[in-house]
């Protein structure tokens, strides 16, 4: 047998093996610190007229229904005239804060067209937003009022001209031979203020049956004409006696006026005459299938 | 309570771990330590934020307790060991006796500053109504739990018998 090697010594001082721990102190803690930025959306300010409900660090910003950040602070603009929200996003959030993304806070509306926001009677307010397609940006101007909810179906918006607003209210039922076809999706006074404009969006089944010769005309409430020859008492469906509505009938000319384009101005008579009602032209509808696969419209709010 | 092997108890290990429970109160102070979700209120706290939020809500005596057990006190542990091993290393002279009491409040107060840990665990057993209510323990209170036991055993790695040497000796000396 072989004597063992001889043992070498090492005059480098043994590191004492106890210093390991804080250096894996140093890297747990680092890697914490880390992922918690990481995790960590970025920062954004929104200007509101009214701040009534929101609370900093309660109040969220919702997105399609699920969480998106959370409201850190609230404070009243230095000349009084609004509250800056400052908000903390989730990082897979981040692209909410483009330009042109629209905030608003949403508080619970009752009417007659709807109920909407009912669960933050209970949770309290909390914000919504329309992300913008603009380049990433920090600071953003919130809405007052929530925003119309056009669906992008690719349908059809017109604009109709009319001396009062009547009852119309946003939501109110557009007709073609009392079958709904469309709503109002806003209205507001023109503007050298000589009379109203509504804009009404037809459903993508039904655009073709607006030709550039329609009319159209309110349906609102009902009237009630009393003559020598007897009481008239002229309604249409409940739901227009409530809110208001919109009738319109195209002219069945042997060869049809062309479909009205997008955005087409018509004017909005405050009764319809006998003989519209017996307009009957065929124009064929696109299936309520067939347009489901339509692509969205490009922008979608306006 | 004693530690596992003397040959690891010197001022060599306590610094590491004292070090090492240093770093990890980093983590600790700035991370959220715990998540309440109920209706209308969504909320996640670190240590300094709970204890502000309690304050606001008028309970100053639990702020306080919260304050100084969860913040104060781990800072000033790790300041009272630090200041017994450079008595020890210098040799604490005079010192000694005034030293000694410090090891003693030190090695007393370790067992009562997991309070935080405590809290956290608590809560997130008890409260966990399904949808409505949960409360969930985050990151913040791992690094304060690992701070704690860190100190713990950084006290019990001193010897508080080096304070009584006639000579100073090297930090390293077993």
Known sequence: MNPPPAPKVSRVPAFPLIWVVPVVALAIGGWMGF?????????????????????AGRTVLEY????????????LKSGLDGVTLRLRLDRNAAALANEGSQFWIVHPEIGFSGVRGLETLVTGVRLNVLPGSGPPARHFTGLDKTPVPTVADGGRTFILRSG?????????PVFYREFKVGRVESSRLADDSTAVLIRIHIDAPYVDLVRTSTRFWNTGGFSFKLSLFGAELKDTSLESLITGGIAFATPDDAPLAPVAPD???FTLAD????????????????SPESVMGAPPRPSLLR | MSFPSNRLRS??????LGLAAAIMLVPANLLPVLTTEMPGNNRTDTIFSGVVELWREGLWAIALVVFVASILIPILKLV??????????RGAGGDARRLTRLYAALDFIGRWSMLDV?????????????????????????????????????????????????TPVPSDSP
Do not use: C
Not at chain 1, 64 to 75: F, L
């Open chain 2, 80 to 89: 009272g060991l630090a200041l017994l091993l450079l008595g020890a290393r």
């Open chain 1, 271 to 286: 009764e319809g005459e006998k003989e519209w009602l017996k307009w009957s032209p065929h124009i064929p509808i696109k």
């Open chain 1, 263 to 265: 955005e087409a101005g």
């Open chain 1, 35 to 55: 992922r918690e930025l990481r995790n960590r959306g970025p920062e954004i300010t929104i200007d509101f007229a009214d701040g009534s409900g929101v609370e």
């Open chain 2, 118 to 166: 405590f809290l956290a665990a608590f809560l997130a057993g008890l409260v966990q109504f399904g949808e409505f209510s949960t409360v969930t323990p985050r990151g913040g209170i791992v690094a304060f739990a690992a701070a704690v036991v860190l100190t713990v055993l950084a006290t019990e790695a001193f010897d508080p018998r080096l304070l009584w040497r006639e």
């Open chain 1, 64 to 75: 399609k229904g699920v969480w998106a950040g959370t409201v850190e602070s609230v404070q």
């Open chain 1, 164 to 172: 009062q607003l009547g009852s119309l209210t946003t939501g109110a």
């Open chain 2, 11 to 16: 001022p060599s290990t306590a610094a590491a």
